[in-house]
């Protein structure tokens, strides 16, 4: 049970039924599809970028409360941030969640991020908290490809 | 939680649970420090000691090529891999075992149909039916044949409960159907399909009938002559065999008429770079390259253990832990089980209030419970029920009551966590 309590953490469960920053944003000027078939996570990221930062941010969707709480936390994390900000805060979560469970978490780093840490004891859940995260880089590069993290 | 002595029915004579399981080596592992229950047997099944040994067995002592050798073990191998085509025959009750196809599985089967027969026998304006319910691999290949040909897909749709609407069905057919194919069993809803009848109706037309037999042999009694059905298939690996092996049966006509699939060795009578070629006779036309000789062993040696158990004695009690199994999981507050066929075997698929299947599966995985979470290769089925992904819990004749109690339990708990 204690492996569980690391992954559904009231926090997560939080942000699961209370998604922040969740639904149509009509300001986007940049919008990707995270579809993962396997599992059936399916959700939109929106960034509205103006002058080189992410003015707003918003997604919807339905899926796991991994996929779900993972997008709230990174919309709540991103918004208001530089585009290089952005990226390198990516790019920490991405690091954090696909390092092996012996790597200590850098708790100042990656902030109330640190909580998914915890999907490193499920391999075969980290496509589902990546998966947001994975659209948003998709559109902030401006990839035009539907993401799958599977 | 108590057993119900009405739910449960008289006691099974014969039927030692705790004997049965410790035929299955696994099945005394621990999963995350807890007894393993492994309830994803409609994915695949696990394996009885008689099997390992039969594959052990081939390995050891008579492991060598089929059908071409004249030494000794190529002897022992290929009177074994006969005999086991003999074996198959005779438990699905066809009239020769020359009618018994060694494929990889189910998936193979199908695809073996839809390219020989179907290649053959479609034109334009053809139409072909299957139903809502079907797993992937008894869509797809029906999908790729009717546009390469011009043919038009049907499809039978079912109603709530899970069940096929047979008048749809019957007002379905007609003089253009050329093949009906449908699962005897679902994967998803459990519920067991009127084979027989669906034969029968579709032979009034003069259509021939591909049975997906994938979830019906682990759990039913199989007589394909007295189903009447052309073509019946199953995999080995759910039905207690090893991967890499399955079976297609066809009948004896059919299979004569139907052109090769797959071509190479094995399957030629002469090859001559002059005159050309002429295949083999069935099933060897349809065996090309070295076949999982292994695998058809160990699929034998999977239906003598079931035969021994008895399968009627094992459709009884699976009848009746599922109903016991519906029956706990029912009284879970928000819990919602799909399909409620009145015939129905092996599967509970369930929704938990609002819960994504993923997380009830991975807290049920720490509590040692194997179940699947996800569209089961069925997405037409999920968007009938308008719902991305389904938890389930499939059962075979190692489960035990306590197992169901256990998974009632353990689904209360993941309630626990969410609320």
């Not at chain 1, 709480?69 to 696909?98: N, P, R, Y």
Request: glycine share 8%.
């Amino acid at each position: 049970m204690s492996e569980l309590r690391e992954l559904y953490q009231e926090i997560i469960l939080d942000h699961n039924k209370n998604p922040r920053n969740f639904g149509p944003l009509a300001s986007a000027n940049r919008s990707r599809e995270g579809y993962n078939p396997l599992c059936g996570d399916h959700l939109h990221v929106h960034l509205e970028i103006c002058d080189g930062s992410l003015k707003a941010i918003n997604f919807e969707g339905s899926g796991c409360a991994i996929s779900k709480a993972s997008a709230s936390l990174m919309t709540s994390a991103l918004k208001g941030k530089s585009i290089d900000e952005a990226e390198k805060i990516f790019a920490d979560f991405h690091a954090m969640v696909t390092a092996d469970i012996s790597v200590p978490v850098d708790e100042n780093k990656l902030g109330k991020m640190a909580i998914f840490a915890g999907v490193r004891e499920f391999p075969m859940r980290v496509k589902c908290c990546t998966l947001a995260w994975h659209a948003m880089n998709s559109a902030l590069i401006d990839d035009e490809n539907i993401v799958s993290t599977e | 939680m108590v057993l119900n002595e009405s739910i449960l029915g008289s006691p099974i004579g014969g039927f030692d649970i705790t004997e049965i399981q410790q035929d299955f080596p696994i099945l005394n592992s621990k999963v995350n420090s807890k007894p393993l229950v492994y309830l994803d047997n409609a994915s695949t099944t696990q394996k009885p000691s008689v099997v390992l040994d039969a594959l052990d067995h081939h390995y050891t002592t008579e492991n060598a090529n089929i059908h071409r050798g004249v030494h000794h073990l190529s002897q022992k191998a290929t009177i074994s891999y006969e005999k086991a085509r003999e074996c198959v025959g005779r438990f699905l009750n066809t009239s020769e075992s020359g009618e018994i196809v060694f494929v990889r599985g189910t998936t193979e089967a199908i695809n073996l149909i839809a390219h020989s027969f179907g290649r053959q026998q479609i034109g334009e304006g053809d139409e072909i039916i299957i139903s809502h319910m079907e797993h992937h691999s008894n869509i797809v290949p029906w999908q790729v044949l009717c546009r390469e040909k011009k043919a038009v897909l049907r499809v039978i749709p079912i109603n709530s409960t899970g069940e096929l609407v047979f008048d749809d069905y019957v007002n379905l057919l007609n003089s253009n159907t050329k093949i009906v194919s449908v699962s005897h069993v679902s994967n998803v809803l459990g519920t067991i399909n009127p084979i027989r009848e669906i034969t029968a109706r579709a032979h009034d037309v003069g259509a021939v009938v591909v049975i997906d037999g994938a979830q019906g042999v682990p759990h039913l009694e199989v007589d394909v002559t007295s189903i009447d059905c052309d073509f019946y298939t199953f995999s080995g690996h759910k039905f207690f065999g090893p991967t890499g092996i399955g079976v297609l049966y066809g009948k004896k006509k059919l299979l004569e008429e139907m052109p090769p699939w797959e071509t190479g060795g094995s399957m030629i009578s002469k090859v001559s770079l002059e005159e050309g070629t002429t295949y083999a006779s069935i099933p060897a036309k349809f065996e090309a390259g070295t076949p999982s000789i292994a695998g058809a062993i160990g699929l034998a040696a999977a239906i003598d253990y079931v035969e021994n158990l008895g399968l009627d004695v094992i459709e009884q009690y699976e009848r009746n832990l599922l109903k016991y199994g519906e029956q706990l999981l029912s009284e879970i507050p928000g819990l919602r089980i799909f399909g409620q066929a009145k015939e129905k075997v092996g599967v509970i698929s369930f929704a938990l209030e609002s819960i994504h299947p993923h997380d009830v599966g991975t807290i049920l995985d720490t509590e040692g419970i194997a179940i699947r979470a996800g569209h089961h290769c069925a997405q037409p089925l999920m968007d009938y029920y308008k719902v991305p992904a389904m938890a389930r819990a499939s059962i075979a004749f190692y489960n035990s009551y306590m197992e169901m109690e256990s998974l009632a339990l353990s689904i209360e708990k993941v309630r626990r966590v969410f609320n």
